[in-house]
């Protein structure tokens, strides 16, 4: 009897075990204006598990023009409109879009601006941030934007940051500098890119 009662038991635990793994949430997935969204969290074991400060569909949509103006980036370095050379401005290869300029700035120094927005999947955006988390020279480039939801890789030496978002699919990339600009030119560079991009993820945050 007593047995019996034990085997009861074990039974009603392991029914119960079932009914709460059937009842999990499964991933949800949008998709708006070519953007894919997730409305679950990426699984923590990814570390992906910045707090979003807002919805960023636009800042990562497909676009048929440019995501910031020529006015706006003279905003950003302090320069007349004037000073900007348009050098592209249209679609580019990795279904995406390039705008790029020739800037002067006030001291007479050139240098160059250029965003362009590339197409990726939102799995391939989340394999590349694990990469540069996990790789021992990749994570020395890897930072939080000042927003702090959004991931900036800083490439070592060809002067752009990439922009990812763990819960959208494509990608940004900034060019802020040119290889021939001093070491002092491409810290002050370097800040603009930085500043740029705080400027992007600000306007289009919804």
């Known amino acids: 009897m007593e047995s019996k009662k ?10 119960c075990m079932g009914c709460g793994q059937s009842g999990k949430k499964e991933k949800e997935t949008t998709s708006e204006n070519g ?10 074991g990814n570390k992906f598990d910045l707090e979003q400060k807002g919805d960023y569909t636009r800042l990562f949509a497909s676009s048929s023009e440019c995501k910031i103006t020529p006015e706006e980036v003279a905003t950003i370095y302090g320069i007349p409109t004037g000073n900007l050379v348009e050098i592209s401005n249209g679609p580019s290869g990795e279904k995406g879009y390039i705008c790029s300029y020739i800037v002067t700035l006030n001291d007479g120094t050139e240098t160059m601006f250029g965003l362009t927005l590339f197409g990726r999947s939102m799995a ?3 394999s590349e941030i694990s990469n540069w988390q996990t790789g021992t020279y990749e994570q020395k480039f890897l930072r939080i934007s000042n927003s702090g939801d959004h991931y900036i890789w800083k490439h070592p030496n060809q002067g752009y940051f990439i922009l990812y978002n763990p819960h959208y699919a494509n ?12 070491k002092e030119q491409r810290e002050y560079l370097e800040q603009k890119g930085i500043q740029a991009i705080d400027y992007l993820i600000e306007k289009y945050k919804s």
Do not use: C, H, W
């Open 6 to 15: 034990i085997s009861i038991i074990v039974f009603a635990l392991l029914l």
């Open 171 to 182: 990608g940004i990339k900034i060019q802020y500098k040119t290889l021939r600009n001093t």
């Open 124 to 126: 391939d955006v989340q």
């Open 35 to 44: 953007v894919e969204t997730s409305l679950e969290e990426v699984p923590m």
